[in-house]
């Protein structure tokens, strides 16, 4: 579908700063539309600061008691289970506070941490439990990540029984928990405490346990949309900050070399790259991309990455979605394995069977959408999509959710079948509080929902539920959503001349990564170029690549990857328009300007 163009307003501000006028004007006109104007938002914005801009943990309102309750377990030894989600965010959110956790406690116990070249230290017995022991000499500590499909997203009666039998003290919630104010109660009752580090919306009771959660009631912490693995960090901070008090033994610094794991869900669950999210980034890529963790290390490898340095986009590209493919696929376990791993030649052979998931994943993903699309034929009328079909893993629908949301422009909401039991997933477009929608529509049908604004996730458990609440999103996002006013669009940055393409250009469009959700990478429109020349490549004839020309005949190649389609309007001597993103690339030891194509039209003007 034809996407429609549109360039940006951006509010005019008369007030010079001195930060601001030395910059490109685009770079200027990028700073305005993203709300950023006051020059002490301008300086956080382009210089991330460790000590201004990373908040003290203790802010949480609760974290004092979660630091003594957690260093109370490790000091009577008792049993911690770590409950994760299944997604990139509960898996390096888990893999945060198991570490940790495992750290402290050998630090207390003035014993060396277990080598990792012990085949014991991971339990092959207990994997069908979906529970990673950490072997530790003086507490016993497990991960336990649900199955996406048997068990669904969060607790549920049968984890808390399996927690209780295995005689658990104190249960650490991630990414999860609290809206499990059910579950959580009754592990009260059997003397287990839980401490709950999630961000997600919660319904009208908050469970009764220690919560870090940045936007709770009455939570006083400054910032409020951390992801999952951010609020875990901080609470990993927090111990080290304790730790450091007590006078353990901990090196300077440690709890930075956790922050690639930050890095990853920070871009994968989609929050805002924006104030102290944006500088956990900043310093998370520098993590990142030492490649210290053997997991990760071992990832980029076998995805081949050659391009460089890692960022954002390769987060969101690379290495998100092979941890993500394996909760959909398999098992959570399989990418939380991976990251605990110490040894570099196992964790070649587990980003290996992480490697062969992922394509599985991207297989069945694309069988999913090419049985989806007779749906898209039937939903013009709506301002919502609602596909749904028994034959659908419930493990793929949210990718397909996604996909059709940016194709088409609305909120998408697809729905497959396991075990009897109806999971969907949807995603949404900026206004729409999908979650919440789903609340409301959902009322008496769902059996559980959870989620984001921009991203849900529900189960019904008959058939007739599933027509009854298809019918009731619809009617809830026709009264929200105008039909009329719905459709994809391309948003630009601003027009730009091929002059403009040059590496200092390219340097001022740097201080602006990374990139992310409410700082997306930007796109440029030129327009009334000439093409002088163009192909079609690759070993699939998949990409576009053309050389066009502007009136003073300056030239510039465009590659358009998996564009093919536009290969028409790429007919030479024809006027074009094209929309597209500005990169660094290296060819023959020499740096060009790479301009990626994301759209293209024969020339209105």
Request: hydrophobic letters at 40%; a negative charge; one cysteine or more.
């Amino acid at each position: 579908m034809q996407k429609h163009w549109q360039i940006i307003d951006v509010p005019q501000n008369n007030d010079a700063d001195p930060e601001i006028e030395n910059l490109h004007p685009v770079a200027q006109r990028m700073l305005k539309r993203r709300g950023i104007i006051a020059p002490e938002e301008i300086d956080r914005f382009l210089n991330p600061s460790w000590e201004r801009d990373i908040h003290d943990p203790f802010l949480f309102t609760q974290m004092r008691a979660c630091v003594e309750r957690i260093f109370n377990a490790i000091d009577r030894a008792e049993h911690i289970v770590i409950h994760g989600d299944y997604d990139a965010d509960g898996v390096t959110g888990s893999v945060v506070l198991a570490s940790t956790i495992q750290m402290l406690a050998s630090s207390l116990s003035n014993e060396e941490q277990p080598s990792t070249d012990d085949d014991s230290a991971v339990d092959e017995s207990t994997k069908f439990l979906n529970v990673i022991p950490i072997s530790d000499t003086s507490i016993s500590l497990d991960i336990y990540i649900p199955h996406r499909e048997r068990e669904g997203y969060g607790l549920n009666p049968q984890t808390v029984d399996r927690i209780i039998e295995r005689g658990a003290h104190l249960l650490i919630t991630v990414d999860c928990g609290i809206a499990n104010a059910v579950e959580i109660a009754k592990l009260k009752e059997n003397d287990i405490d839980t401490i709950i580090v999630d961000h997600h919306q919660f319904g009208d009771k908050i469970p009764e346990g220690i919560c870090i959660h940045p936007s709770v009631p009455n939570e006083s912490y400054p910032y409020k949309t951390l992801a999952a693995v951010g609020v875990a960090w901080k609470v990993a901070h927090a111990l080290v900050i304790e730790a450091q008090k007590r006078g353990i033994n901990i090196p300077p610094g440690w709890e930075k070399w956790l922050l690639d794991l930050v890095s990853i869900a920070t871009v994968t669950d989609i929050v805002p790259l924006t104030g102290e999210n944006r500088a956990l980034e900043v310093y998370g890529l520098k993590v990142l991309n030492k490649l210290r963790r053997p997991g990760f290390k071992a990832l980029v490898n076998i995805a081949n990455w050659k391009k460089g340095e890692l960022n954002s986009e390769s987060v969101g590209f690379v290495i998100g979605p092979r941890i993500n493919a394996a909760g959909r696929m398999e098992h959570a376990f399989l990418a939380v394995d991976l990251l605990l791993e110490q040894n570099h030649e196992r964790s070649a052979l587990k980003a290996s069977k992480l490697e062969a998931v992922n394509k599985a994943r991207q297989k069945a993903t694309e069988n999913l959408m090419k049985e989806a699309e007779h749906f898209t034929k039937t939903q013009d009328q709506y301002s919502l999509i609602f596909a749904w079909s028994e034959a659908w893993s419930p493990s793929l629908v949210g990718l397909a959710a996604g996909r059709y949301t940016d194709k088409f422009g609305k909120p998408a909401i697809f729905v497959g079948k396991h075990d009897g039991v109806w999971i969907g997933s949807g995603r949404s477009i900026p206004g729409y509080n999908i979650t919440e929608a789903v609340r409301k529509a959902g009322e008496n049908l769902l059996t559980r929902y959870g989620g984001h604004a921009q991203a849900c996730g529900f189960s019904l458990d008959c058939d007739e539920n599933v027509k009854l609440f298809a019918e009731a999103m619809r009617a809830h996002a026709a009264k929200a959503l105008p039909l009329e006013k719905l459709k994809p669009i391309l948003q630009i940055e601003t027009q730009i001349k091929l002059a403009d393409l040059t590496m200092g250009f390219l340097d001022t469009l740097n201080r602006f990564e990374p990139f992310g959700e409410a700082n997306p990478k930007p796109l440029f429109m030129t327009s009334g170029l000439t093409v002088a020349d163009a192909s079609l490549v690759g070993a699939g004839q998949n990409h576009v690549r053309a050389r066009l020309t502007d009136e003073s005949g300056m030239q510039q190649k465009f590659i358009g990857f998996y564009k093919a389609d536009l290969k028409d309007i790429f007919t030479p001597g024809n006027k074009v328009d094209v929309v597209y993103e500005i990169s660094k690339t290296e060819w023959n030891g020499r740096a060009e300007i790479q301009c990626k194509l994301i759209d293209a039209r024969t020339s209105i003007n």
